[in-house]
């Protein structure tokens, strides 16, 4: 049986621990809600933007920017997205995991399958199974749109070059506290939107400037978007997943103290007993 003395250092260290686990569990709390809103802010125009270029983009009879452009399918970029701190459970290791699993099933359909990093998580695990092509670190703290604008011109310029003829988001979408869906999104080239039935009285628009005037300009700026709302979505899913980890681990260390307490008690009576029965011993022996 373990001494005494270390039976009460390991109460003492996991107790240590529990504290630490429970600050990290309210400033993930504090941290979650402002990026809960941030969230649910960029959504609805992130949609409404993706709609839009998705109906312009239809009335184009032929692909007039080069990011409309549809080519053979050859050389695929993922952006995978991650967090750059670690300690919130299985979040960056279900998406690297889901993401290792997608290209182990594609890689018969593409010569080349190339990874842009956003996130060290991310960078850390893929560094040495995939290709690289950029790596963005440091970034998911604090995300800003700047940050999002520099990652998408990245990516902009990279398919124009024609370096990568399909771009592929991937990143954790932000549901619940304790959930996050694991979400892959087509970045470039844009999904245009299939005509449907046509309407009675279809409806004519005039554009000023020009159609082609109005998708140079809105076309990088859906990518730019979509890579904000999503690094938006995946601090919102870090912060859940870290508050559910350190909520269950500080439930594991008091778990870890009850224990450790019950086996220090006993240990203590134990030795309280021995020391009675050898005061005893010695004490009928002088008797003798």
Do not use: W
Not at 191 to 218: A, M, N
Not at 265 to 285: D, F, K, P, V
């Amino acid at each position: 049986m373990a001494s005494l003395k270390s039976i009460k250092k390991r109460i003492v260290s996991v107790k240590n621990t529990r504290q630490i686990t429970k600050a990290m569990k309210m400033v993930s709390a504090a941290k979650l809600r402002r990026a809960q809103e941030n969230v649910v802010s960029a959504r609805p125009y992130a949609k409404k933007i993706f709609e839009v270029l998705q109906s312009l983009a239809a009335n184009q009879e032929s692909a007039s920017h080069p990011l409309l452009a549809r080519r053979d399918s050859k050389k695929l970029l993922m952006v995978v997205m991650t967090s750059d701190r670690g300690l919130c459970g299985g979040f960056n290791s279900n998406l690297c995991k889901a993401g290792e699993r997608f290209i182990r099933e594609k890689q018969q359909d593409y010569e080349q399958i190339s990874i842009l990093a956003v996130g060290r998580k991310g960078f850390e695990y893929m560094k040495n199974r995939q290709t690289v092509y950029r790596n963005f670190s440091n970034v998911m703290a604090k995300p800003t749109y700047q940050t999002a604008a520099t990652i998408a011109h990245e990516i902009i310029e990279a398919y124009q070059n024609e370096q990568f003829d399909q771009v592929v988001l991937l990143y954790n979408s932000f549901r619940t506290v304790m959930s996050q869906d694991i979400t892959f999104q087509q970045l470039l080239p844009v999904e245009r939107e299939e005509k449907g039935v046509i309407e009675e009285t279809p409806v004519e628009f005039i554009y000023e400037p020009s159609l082609k005037d109005i998708l140079h300009e809105i076309l990088p700026k859906n990518v730019e978007v979509q890579v904000y709302k999503a690094m938006l979505e995946s601090v919102a899913g870090e912060h859940g997943a870290r508050m559910t980890a350190m909520d269950s681990a500080s439930k594991n260390a008091s778990e870890m103290i009850g224990k450790l307490t019950l086996q220090y008690n006993r240990a203590r009576q134990a030795a309280i007993t021995t020391e009675l029965m050898e005061i005893i011993s010695g004490a009928e022996s002088i008797k003798g």
